[in-house]
């Protein structure tokens, strides 16, 4: 967990070019677990967590991920040196930033991770496939609304910390610690006309989204739906016009929903539009 202060400070800080161990970083600041800052103390994440963290991710060298809190760099590092991804931190504490961009070096992964000194709230990480947080509730609910407007299918993790009504969509504990992830819903609510590619059957489905919770209707009937949700841009419902029972796997992309729709026991492909 590191400092995550509201006031702007986003210029770099220099790596310094005669260090190239751990020990000879943390000569010139070691930072101690608990040590204060603005909005959070300093707690490291153990290795064990962090290595969960991003294989709940499910980080590839394909990811961009970024570490909002860096401290000291280790998710950034962790993701380079394991999972072979491009890492950026977003540190606001000049020296822990100094440090934590050492240590990249120490580590042999400058080629891939890069360290900033700025503020998360002033700081662009549209770009991030992958975000990681160990703040606080209430931070973690300041950055919601930003996250929410992330490509869909950006994979966030958090330390210890809920999103307040968001749901995750995994949840794991142990001994080391807790971890929580979210993935990005994209915006599936509205109206929408689904037909048989090779057929003539059509439906109409009205759809209501709370976050990646979908609920509405379906049918000439307006039925409930029984199941509604999306993992990112895949969205998946269920629901039944009397005797006929609907399941809908597709893919949502803009205003358009690639699926397979089983209707009964038949399987055939769907095209959804949003009216």
Not at 103 to 113: C, I, P, S, T
Not at 156 to 172: G, I
Not at 194 to 222: H, I, M, S, W, Y
Not at 235 to 260: C, P, Y
Request: hydrophobic fraction near 35%; aromatic fraction near 6%.
């Amino acid at each position: 967990m590191a400092r995550a202060d509201a006031q702007s400070a986003t210029q770099g800080v220099p790596i310094p070019s005669d260090q190239s161990s751990r020990a000879a970083c943390e000569k010139t600041f070691k930072p101690s677990t608990g040590q204060p800052g603005k909005d959070v103390v300093w707690v490291p994440t153990n290795d064990a967590l962090v290595t969960r963290m991003l294989d709940m991710a499910k980080v590839t060298k394909n990811d961009l991920v970024y570490d909002l809190g860096a401290g000291d760099g280790k998710i950034a590092i962790a993701a380079a040196k394991q999972f072979g991804a491009r890492a950026v931190g977003v540190e606001y504490n000049p020296d822990m930033a100094r440090l934590a961009q050492c240590l990249v070096r120490a580590e042999g992964v400058a080629d891939k991770v890069r360290v900033i000194q700025g503020d998360i709230f002033e700081t662009d990480f549209s770009d991030a496939s992958v975000l990681t947080l160990y703040l606080l509730p209430e931070l973690n609910l300041r950055l919601r609304p930003i996250i929410l407007k992330m490509k869909p299918g950006t994979r966030v993790v958090s330390h210890s910390f809920l999103m307040d009504n968001w749901q995750p969509d995994e949840s794991t504990v142990s001994g080391d610690g807790s971890a929580y992830l979210w993935i990005v819903p994209a915006d599936a609510k509205g109206k929408w006309t689904f037909k048989q590619q090779r057929g003539k059957d059509r439906f109409d489905v009205e759809l209501v989204q709370t976050f990646q919770k979908l609920n509405g209707t379906a049918g000439p009937g307006k039925k409930p739906l029984t199941e509604g949700e999306l993992r990112g841009t895949q969205i998946a419902m269920t629901f039944s016009e009397g005797d006929v029972h609907t399941r809908l796997k597709g893919e949502l992309k803009g205003n358009r929903i690639e699926a397979e729709v089983t209707r009964n026991d038949q399987t055939s492909t769907y095209i959804g539009t949003r009216r």
